[in-house]
């Protein structure tokens, strides 16, 4: 059995603001015996605005708040799943920011990097409209961590809502899925219980999925206003914990038995078949 931790941030479009609730939030988990934390997607700078981005963002060998979290991971004995940084990337030519989740050690050093491979590209209607993949370049690679808790498999947000990724991640070895977040409100209310939910059961994996809530602060352009309710759910689709709508840290107890349990009463991760496309050819 071990004790998790999901924090649930509102972040601002100012990084160093953000590191000083991080490690105060951080500190509570830690207080509270969490051995395995966890934060939201773009953790470190929540912006609408490309100009904010491209002031505030830096990039992975000298961003801030990796640095920090690295520090506080070490200084605590405990696994940090940073949810997402917004980075700029390393690649000049493509110009566009990186959205990239860090697994840390006990050790401070980083066990494992995942880059966001879905863009939430959507018009949802009103204010509710993104074009994720103008300012982000996605990622091409599903990632697989081991940890003492069990093996993890990383995505991000929108990755939610394409089950071939963590369907191969649970074939590959994945007891836990992290899917940390920034879920709108509009389809927060709408698919988000149910997709980690069916994520859990129809894998028969933990899904931690922690998230942003909340009106975020804003120095340039709009506001963005998150869902929240950050959730742990079990191999088996019950809801361990449900953070609800404001900042906070909670706590759950999870235990890669269960995963070996759930999947022993419904083996349905080891009945995939192959078939035909639709229109009666082979794929």
């Known amino acids: 059995m071990s004790r998790i931790a999901l924090i649930q941030m509102t972040s601002s479009d100012t990084p160093s603001e953000n590191l000083e609730t991080l490690r105060a939030m ?3 988990a830690a207080a509270g015996g969490a051995e395995f934390v966890l934060t939201p997607e773009v953790t470190n700078c929540v912006s609408l605005s490309r100009a904010r981005q491209r002031e505030v963002l830096r990039r992975e060998a000298d961003d ?65 409209n993104f074009r994720e993949s103008e300012g982000f370049r996605p990622g091409d690679r599903a990632v697989l961590a081991e940890t003492p808790f069990g093996r993890v498999g990383l995505s991000i947000c929108y990755d939610l809502r394409f089950p071939a ?42 899904v931690l999925a922690p998230a942003q809530c909340g009106l975020h602060p804003a120095r340039e352009g709009r506001q963005r206003r998150t869902w929240g309710h950050s959730l742990a759910v079990g191999p088996w689709g019950e809801v361990l914990v449900d953070a609800g709508a404001a900042p906070g840290v909670v706590f759950a107890e999870i235990d890669r038995e269960k995963v070996a349990k759930a999947r022993r009463r419904v083996p349905s991760l080891f009945h995939d078949r192959p078939f035909g496309g639709p229109d009666g050819r082979d794929d």
Not at 165 to 180: M, N
Not at 182 to 196: C, Q
């Open 26 to 28: 951080l500190g509570e």
């Open 64 to 128: 801030p708040t990796l640095a920090a979290m690295r520090e506080e991971a070490a200084r605590r004995g405990l696994w940090l799943l940073i949810g997402s940084l917004a980075l700029k990337g390393e690649d000049e030519a493509d110009g566009r920011f990186v959205n990239r989740s860090f697994l840390i050690a006990p050790s401070g050093e980083i066990a494992a990097r995942y880059d966001k491979i879905h863009m939430f590209d959507v018009e949802i209607g009103g204010t509710e």
């Open 165 to 206: 990724l963590y369907r191969a991640l649970a074939k590959a070895g994945a007891e836990i899925l992290t899917v940390p977040a920034a879920f709108s409100p509009v389809t927060g209310a709408a698919h988000w219980e149910v997709l980690v939910r069916a994520r859990a059961i129809e894998n028969g994996c933990f």
